[in-house]
Nanobody, 125 residues
Framework: QLQLVESGGGLVQPGGSMRLSCVAS????????MGWFRQAPGKEREGVSC???????YYADFVEGRFTISRDNTKSTVYLQMNSLKDEDTAVYYC???????????????????WGQGTQITVSS
């Protein structure tokens, strides 16, 4: 059974950094594209970053070079390093598996995409 378990959320001050981790199990991680989405209060869920099996990476425009997605296939884990955090980065962040990474964010997910339970990031002073 496919499982995605996120960790690393919490409270951080504006300008601070945080790293999210997502440990995957139940599927051949090495061959799957992985990603991160987020949902802020009152807003729709949006794509943040995507990494394919070749470690090619894609980012939403709002990332503006502040976040880095990476993967460790030996640990079946995908990471999201977030720097220079802003108040507007406050959201629940979700790890996703079986996505289609491309420059077109709206096409990343499908009915076959699996979602983690989410982890809260709060950016506040």
């Amino acid at each position: 059974q496919l499982q995605l378990v996120e960790s690393g959320g919490g409270l951080v001050q504006p300008g601070g950094s945080m790293r999210l981790s997502c440990v995957a199990s139940g599927f051949p991680f090495n061959f799957y594209s992985m990603g991160w989405f987020r949902q802020a209060p009152g807003k729709e869920r949006e794509g943040v970053s995507c990494i394919n099996s070749l470690a090619d990476t894609y980012y939403a425009d709002f990332v503006e070079g502040r976040f880095t997605i990476s993967r460790d296939n030996t640990k079946s884990t995908v990471y999201l390093q977030m720097n220079s955090l802003k108040d507007e980065d406050t959201a629940v962040y979700y790890c996703v598996a079986n996505v289609e990474c491309s420059d077109y964010i709206d096409a990343w997910t499908s009915s076959d995409t699996s979602w983690g339970q989410g982890t809260q990031i709060t950016v506040s002073s």
